[in-house]
């Protein structure tokens, strides 16, 4: 089969990789570049695990092909943190214990960055509809919307 040449940017680094037309990006993450923080749960977009950032836009990436990557920009839970310095909602769901077996804390992770990109002061309400793409079959949800809530509050008294 022949392998299409991708040219993108993956967490800020210009990235080029090789992959097969079917190929989704999540695979691509996960067995070509090594990305394994990000997880597959159900493969068909329902569970949310697999979130990642694309040209700012939350999206599955095991609905979307690595070859759609090209020339875009990529943001996966590897490039949440500043080096050793945990995103404060990362921090947050560790101090909240919003996080259990990890498979998919990554996702919820980034589905709330996003969410607070685009509205740094959501209501309740607001957080569970933004997760809702999102399940959690450890934790619950009570402990994520607190940390979610408490990190917008924390970003907010900050800025």
């Excluded at 299409?4 to 990006?25: K, P, Q």
């Excluded at 996960?30 to 836009?57: F, H, I, Q």
């Excluded at 619950?140 to 809530?149: E, F, L, Q």
Aim: with cysteine; hydrophobic share 35%; proline share 3%.
């Amino acid at each position: 089969m022949t392998q299409i040449h991708v040219t993108t940017r993956i967490n800020g680094d210009a990235t080029e990789f090789l992959c097969e037309a079917e190929e989704t990006l999540l695979d691509v993450l996960r067995d070509r570049l090594g990305l394994t923080g990000t997880k597959e749960g159900c493969g068909t977009g329902d569970c949310g695990a697999c979130s990642v950032l694309v040209d700012g836009r939350l999206v599955c990436s095991c609905l979307m092909l690595g070859a759609e990557a090209e020339g875009r920009e990529v943001s996966t839970i590897e490039g949440m943190a500043n080096g050793d310095r945990l995103h404060p909602l990362q921090q947050k769901f560790i101090e909240k214990a919003a996080l259990q077996c990890g498979i998919c804390t990554p996702g919820i992770l980034m589905a709330a960055k996003s969410l607070l990109e685009h509205n740094p002061d959501p209501s309740e309400e607001e957080v569970r509809y933004w997760l809702a793409g999102n399940l959690c079959r450890c934790t619950g949800y009570d402990k994520i919307i607190r940390a979610v809530m408490e990190t917008a509050a924390d970003l907010r008294r900050a800025s």
